[in-house]
């Protein structure tokens, strides 16, 4: 199925017969784009008119002309001309008054099965404090039948659809081999931010500040630094701890947590995250901006919690996380 239309220009629409819809617009600059899949409009033999001409003839006071020809096709002519034709519903539709209604004019052509073949409008008015003109033809081929042949601007339209739109949002996997335990950060953002970015991913944190005796008590798993984008430009960053579990002080593993260090406060700062002991895995998602602005860059690790309070209560110290190191 194919249609074809003009605004300032010109679009066609072929549906494949897999029902892959393909679009091509020509602007009145002389610019051509193409569209494919869901970002191409569905040739819906109904939808394609909206609203240009099957909702704007539902609002119009329309008189039938006989079978005529207009704009090339043959066909059930009704005819509107004037601004006295234009229901009220057209006028609130136009977010405009009857005064403001300069010019109107509407075609529509039908086949004997009742089909839009093909549709003229012209309109003119004023809407805050603006002329808007609008002036279009509207004319569809083969609608319901499947034997048109693909014209040759889709395989355009195809090779344009199997290369990602630099805009989507894409989740790219960054993954670091810690000797106590892989860690892997999940980065969903634009495309083009992840392309163009070369710092993402953790990093081994090697400062010996967190790699103290005390903490080795309750620490399970990798102790990173963690990197992405700006805030502005991700969505959700999720990263993934490994554990093993003969490493979890007691054997309790609903106990861990991923804590990072927050640097104003005198103990590792516990993050809303998830135990997944069926694959050995605890995971911290971050959404929010702001906090995706605050840990950037930050030291994270996971802490059998429970574990690392208890004995800092029993002990009746503060943890010296301020020592000589590099960060």
């Not at 102790?223 to 979890?248: G, I, M, P, T």
């Not at 069926?278 to 840990?295: F, K």
């Amino acid at each position: 199925m194919r249609r074809n239309g003009t605004v300032g220009g010109s679009a066609t629409t072929y549906l494949a017969p897999n029902g892959t819809a393909y679009a091509r617009q020509v602007l009145s600059t002389g610019k051509t784009t193409y569209l494919a899949g869901d970002r191409a409009p569905a040739p819906n033999v109904t939808d394609l008119v909206r609203p240009s001409v099957v909702e704007f003839a539902n609002l119009t006071d329309l008189t039938y002309e006989g079978r005529a020809t207009r704009g090339g096709v043959e066909g059930y002519v009704y005819e509107a001309e004037g601004v006295e034709t234009a229901r009220p519903g057209l006028v609130e539709a136009l977010n405009t008054t009857r005064e403001n209604l300069h010019a109107y004019r509407l075609v529509v052509v039908l086949s004997a099965e009742g089909r839009v073949k093909y549709g003229e409008l012209s309109v003119n008015f004023t809407t805050d404090g603006q002329t808007v003109a609008v002036d279009q033809r509207v004319r569809y081929e083969a609608a319901g039948e499947t034997s048109v042949e693909e014209p040759e601007w889709v395989a355009q339209a195809r090779q344009k659809a199997a290369r990602p739109d630099p805009n989507d949002l894409a989740t790219e996997r960054f993954t670091v081999e810690a000797p106590d335990g892989r860690v892997d950060q999940y980065v969903t953002a634009r495309r083009h931010s992840l392309d163009e970015s070369r710092a993402l991913g953790p990093q081994i944190n090697e400062n010996p500040v967190y790699r103290n005796d005390f903490l080795n008590q309750s620490r399970v798993g990798g102790l990173v630094r963690v990197y992405w984008l700006a805030a502005e430009d991700v969505q959700r960053v999720r990263v993934v701890f490994h554990y093993s579990e003969d490493e979890v002080p007691g054997g309790n593993e609903s106990a861990l947590t991923v804590v990072w260090d927050d640097r104003d406060r005198p103990l590792l700062n516990p993050l809303d995250s998830t135990v997944h002991p069926e694959n050995g895995t605890v995971v911290v998602t971050i959404t929010d901006p702001g906090r995706l602005e605050r840990l950037q860059g930050e030291t994270m690790t996971v802490l059998q919690y429970e574990h690392y309070v208890e004995t800092i209560e029993d002990r009746r110290i503060r943890p010296a996380l301020r020592g000589p190191g590099i960060r």
